[in-house]
Every structure is written in structure tokens, then in C-alpha cells.
């Protein structure tokens, strides 16, 4: 079956029938089928171009995005306002003749790993203050005569200068290391 409009002067309404059918109207249906063919190729036609205006506008919009990100670390970071960090953004792209968008991102990127390395050193810091804390209140708990656990981590002993916490001293090669 294929759609085809009516020959009969009402417009806006469709029939189906056979193609065999709609090729005996003769003119009329040639007519009709030209008609149908034009008016698809132009809503084809009017689809590629919003898809490629709404593609265009989604990269605007994250570009936007990533460069208002930049502009607010530079601004947090180098204590400017974010008009000055986006002129400096603005000054590296064309000194550097990069996109501005891709200079954004790269300084929102740099500036997560940062962060991320930040926060992994803070959490760090928290659980090794956090042992030290246990092994003050376990040392708190075994009694004022009690020696506290044993010393195991690098470097002399607290307690026996020169020795490591090591059982042996390490072998050492000739020429340096044993690695």
C-alpha cells in the first residue's frame, strides 16, 4: 500500500490504495505521486538541518559550561574576579592559539585531579591519625608498665636507636641498592 493525496481538490486529507492505483489515475496520479515524493524530501531535509542545529546547540551549550567552570576556578584559585579569570582564559587560548573551549576544559580537568589528589592526601592524613589515635588508647589501656606494641614502620626505633623495624638489617649490594 502507499499513501498518496486525493486528486478531488480537498487538501490536508490521505487514502491509501495499491501503487497499481495510484498509478491508473494517469496524470493525476503521477501528479500525486510527485507531489508526495517532493513533500517528503523536504521534511527529510528540514529534519537534517534541526538535528544539526540542535547537534550545534548542544556543544554550545557545553562549551559554555565548561568555560563559566573555568572562569570560576581561575576566580577561586587566583583570588581574581570571573571576568578577569575569563580574560585570562581568553589571553592563554590566543596566546596559544587554542579553541577556548578546549583550554576550559583542560583547566576544569586539571583542577579536579587536584582536587581528587587533595582529598586522597586529607584521607590519608585522617586514617593515619586516626591508627596513631588507637594505638595511643590501646597503649592508655595496657597500663602505665606495660610496653606499647611493637615498632614496626621505617627508620631507628623510638625506643632502640639504630635499629629499623626491619627483624634483620637489609643486604646491601656493592654497588648500591639490592633493587
Not at 3 to 28: E, F, K, L
Not at 86 to 115: T, Y
Amino acid at each position: 500500500m502507499c499513501r498518496c493525496s486525493r486528486t478531488d481538490g480537498r487538501s490536508g486529507r490521505w487514502m491509501s490504495m495499491p501503487p497499481a492505483a495510484a498509478w491508473s489515475g494517469g496524470v493525476d496520479g503521477a501528479r500525486a505521486f510527485a507531489t508526495l515524493t517532493a513533500e517528503l524530501v523536504r521534511t527529510g531535509a528540514e529534519l537534517v538541518s534541526r538535528d544539526l542545529g540542535m547537534a550545534q546547540l548542544r556543544q554550545a551549550l557545553t562549551s559554555r559550561i565548561s568555560i563559566e567552570q573555568a572562569k570560576g576556578v581561575l576566580a577561586a584559585s587566583q583570588e581574581v574576579t570571573p571576568d578577569e579569570g575569563f580574560q585570562q582564559l581568553r589571553a592563554r587560548a590566543r596566546s596559544s592559539s587554542r579553541k577556548l573551549a578546549d583550554l576550559a576544559r583542560e583547566v576544569v580537568q586539571q583542577a579536579q585531579r587536584e582536587r581528587v589528589a587533595a582529598l586522597a592526601i586529607d584521607d590519608a592524613r585522617g586514617r593515619m591519625a586516626e591508627a596513631r589515635a588507637q594505638a595511643a588508647e590501646q597503649a592508655l589501656q595496657a597500663g602505665p608498665n606495660r610496653a606499647g606494641p611493637t615498632y614496626r614502620g621505617p627508620g631507628p626505633s623510638p625506643r632502640r636507636p639504630g635499629r629499623t623495624g626491619a627483624s634483620r638489617p637489609p643486604e646491601r649490594l656493592s654497588e648500591g641498592w639490592p633493587w
